[in-house]
C-alpha cells in the first residue's frame, strides 16, 4: 500500500504564489507519472499538470506559463510551483502517483488553495 499526503496549501491574494508538495511513502517500488489534479466547487476534476517518468511535462492550457510541476525520486515528492495565482485557481488540489509495472494510481488526501481577489 501507498500513502500519498500534500502539503503547502492556505490562503494567498491574487498574483501570490504557493509551493504544494506530495510525499509518497509506503510499499514503492517505482514511481512512475506523477500527476496535479484540481476541483473547484460544482466543477469537474481537472488535470493540471503532469511528469512522465522521462520528465516529460504537460501542463493544462490554464495553467501553462503560471505553474511547474516537478519531482524529487529521492524523496518520493512531486512538487507544484504555483505563480501568479488567480481567483479562478481556488481549489482543492490532489496529487496521484501511478507505482510500479502495474502503474497502479494512488490519490492524496487533497488540499485546499484559495486566492483571494
Known amino acids: 500500500q501507498v500513502q500519498l499526503v500534500e502539503s503547502g496549501g492556505g490562503l494567498v491574494q491574487a498574483g501570490g504564489s504557493l509551493r504544494l508538495s506530495c510525499t509518497a511513502s509506503?510499499?514503492?517500488?517505482?514511481?512512475?507519472?506523477w500527476d496535479w489534479y484540481r476541483q473547484a466547487p460544482g466543477k469537474q476534476r481537472e488535470l493540471v499538470a503532469s511528469?512522465?517518468?522521462?520528465?516529460?511535462?504537460t501542463y493544462a492550457d490554464s495553467v501553462k506559463g503560471r505553474f511547474i510541476i516537478s519531482r524529487d525520486n529521492a524523496k518520493n515528492t512531486v512538487y507544484l510551483q504555483m505563480n501568479s495565482l488567480k481567483p479562478e485557481d481556488t481549489a482543492v488540489y490532489y496529487c496521484?502517483?501511478?507505482?510500479?509495472?502495474?502503474?497502479?494510481?494512488?490519490w492524496g488526501q487533497g488540499i485546499q488553495v484559495t486566492v483571494s481577489s
Open positions: 511528469m512522465t517518468p522521462a520528465s516529460t511535462t
Open positions: 496521484t502517483a501511478a507505482v510500479g509495472d502495474a502503474f497502479r494510481t494512488y
Open positions: 509506503g510499499r514503492i517500488l517505482r514511481i512512475n507519472t
